[in-house]
């Protein structure tokens, strides 16, 4: 090498970023999230929601593991099998997998879960139940098999298995009635828990008997509760915090103080339900007049920051599941909303209830549609509720023409389409808005997961719900991170719901 050479490289090394991918072992992560948990019960459906289950997923593994684009891959089960009708499927489990406690991992552990989210009943989760409610009986032929015997045919079990319910706790802390915040929560996951305030912080260390390995992980993460958006970016520039989720609204900000932003596209939308049992709502050239007064592009330039996409669907760009096509079935188009208002009988226009969240975001969203809708003749009033009272919209007697919300996506996309558009979805105040629709869904349901077959029926789904406007698509939805620069890794977009994973995240030698 000559003397300019060996001065070049000389010089690159040191003008070299400090590389992420030198974890620090030692090392702790203090993360400031907007999101809280009230208990770490796997089970308690607070724990349910898509956007609370960082820390969850951190300390208890499941079943099966979700990988960031949502397929099912082996977990605390190396494997499983479906009998040819889908009606069983068998589950060979992990060998020499403990829980934090000691307690080891086998088919006992897998059928006290199971038996304990039985007998919580209406007590448990959506998730959680859901999973149980597709059993009606379990076998372990040995210690490490499980033969779960379902009601009927089921594709679903391998998501279902990877979610909440899945989740495995040690049976030591499932003795009594033991529930929510009574529950002592060890699991089987790469971080075992050292302290717990509800609603305000959760401290994780890392456990170095799990079974995937614990190199390169911190020693510690630190999950804090910060509702507030400004709080939770100042906490980085202070170093209070050095991991932290950011509205998007303060990216432009978080860049020019120096931040690394990372935006990580979600299967996560702003999505508008429905009640078609509603005489407006039910009829479609109605459905599709909003769906051409809507200028998604334009909310979402103006109210996404960056992090958003207008979308007509429930997938994000980076999913499998999403179909570029489906965003040119209804363009923004003013003209053709006012002629189809006229051909559903409201020539002098219509009116809309709207079931509003009482949160500055909601309003500002709902706000800028209205403006929209108005425009062409469809005048909106807003029902404003508090947030948890979201469930008023679905439960009898129900409440408002439509709710906006934002869908944190499902780990299977056929939930997805069960709980938006399917007859008695959990966001779904009214009927299926079309019979066709709940037919594909239970076709897709009696697939397996590995049967292109299935691919295709979903694919039917996405394009029948968008052309029947069975939900209004406004804007995708990003969760942003702001952290110092080359310091954070292993916080990949994690399609299967509105939280990303943080069992793999590092932080680098060097950084505090």
């Not at 790469?190 to 799990?210: A, H, I, L, Q």
């Amino acid at each position: 090498m000559t003397g300019l050479a060996t001065v070049l490289a000389m010089l690159a090394l040191l003008a070299a970023p400090a590389r992420a991918a030198d974890p620090n072992p030692n090392g702790s992560i203090v993360y400031f999230d907007a999101v809280s948990n009230q208990t770490l019960d796997p089970r308690e459906p607070q724990n349910n929601s898509s956007f609370a289950q960082g820390p969850i997923m951190a300390i208890f593994d499941s079943l099966v593991t979700l990988d960031a684009a949502g397929n099912p891959t082996p977990g605390l089960a190396e494997s499983w099998k479906y009998n040819a009708d889908l009606t069983e499927i068998t589950l060979t489990l992990r060998r020499g997998v403990t829980f934090h406690d000691g307690t080891p991992f086998n088919a006992a552990a897998v059928v006290r879960n199971f038996q304990r989210t039985t007998e919580l009943g209406q007590r448990a989760g959506y998730a959680a139940l859901e999973t149980v409610s597709q059993m009606a009986a379990m076998e372990t032929p040995d210690d490490y098999t499980v033969r779960l015997k379902l009601k009927g045919p089921n594709g679903q079990m391998p998501y279902l298995l990877g979610t909440q319910g899945g989740m495995m706790i040690s049976p030591a802390s499932l003795e009594g009635d033991a529930f929510g915040s009574s529950l002592k929560p060890v699991g089987a996951g790469p971080f075992k828990v050292r302290s717990f305030e509800s609603n305000v912080r959760t401290v994780m260390e890392r456990y170095d008997g799990y079974w995937g390995g614990a190199a390169g992980r911190p020693a510690t993460i630190e999950h804090q509760f910060v509702p507030d958006g400004r709080a939770r970016l100042n906490a980085v520039r202070s170093g209070q915090a050095n991991l932290a989720l950011i509205d998007p609204r303060q990216i432009a900000e978080a860049k020019s103080a120096g931040f690394a932003v990372q935006i990580n596209e979600k299967n996560s939308t702003w999505d508008i339900y429905l009640n078609v049992k509603r005489q407006n709502i039910g009829n479609l050239k109605v459905r599709q007049a909003f769906m051409h007064a809507l200028d998604r592009q334009a909310v979402s330039d103006a109210l996404g920051y960056g992090a958003s996409k207008p979308t007509a669907q429930l997938f994000a760009q980076s999913s499998p599941m999403y179909d570029a096509a489906l965003e040119e079935i209804y363009p923004f188009d003013q003209a053709k909303a006012k002629k189809l208002l006229t051909e559903a009988g409201y020539p002098n226009g219509v009116d809309i209830v709207w079931v509003l969240l009482n949160t500055p975001e909601y309003k500002q969203i709902a706000e800028a549609v209205q403006a929209m809708m108005g425009e062409v003749g469809i005048r909106i009033k807003f029902d404003v509720v508090d947030v948890s009272q979201y469930i008023t919209f679905r439960r009898p007697p129900t409440r408002g023409d439509i709710m906006m919300a934002r869908w944190g996506g499902r780990p299977d996309p056929l939930q997805s389409f069960q709980e938006v558009t399917g007859t008695g979805g959990s966001v779904n105040a009214g009927d299926a808005a079309s019979p066709e629709i709940d037919a594909l869904i239970e076709k897709a349901r009696r697939l397996d997961p590995a049967d292109p077959a299935r691919t295709a029926v979903l694919k039917q789904l996405a394009r029948l719900t968008t052309e029947l406007a069975a939900h209004f698509g406004i804007m995708t939805r990003s969760n942003v991170y702001a952290y110092k620069p080359g310091c954070i890794s292993g916080i990949p977009a994690y399609l299967p719901t509105g939280n990303d994973r943080i069992n793999d995240v590092k932080i680098a030698v060097g950084c505090k």
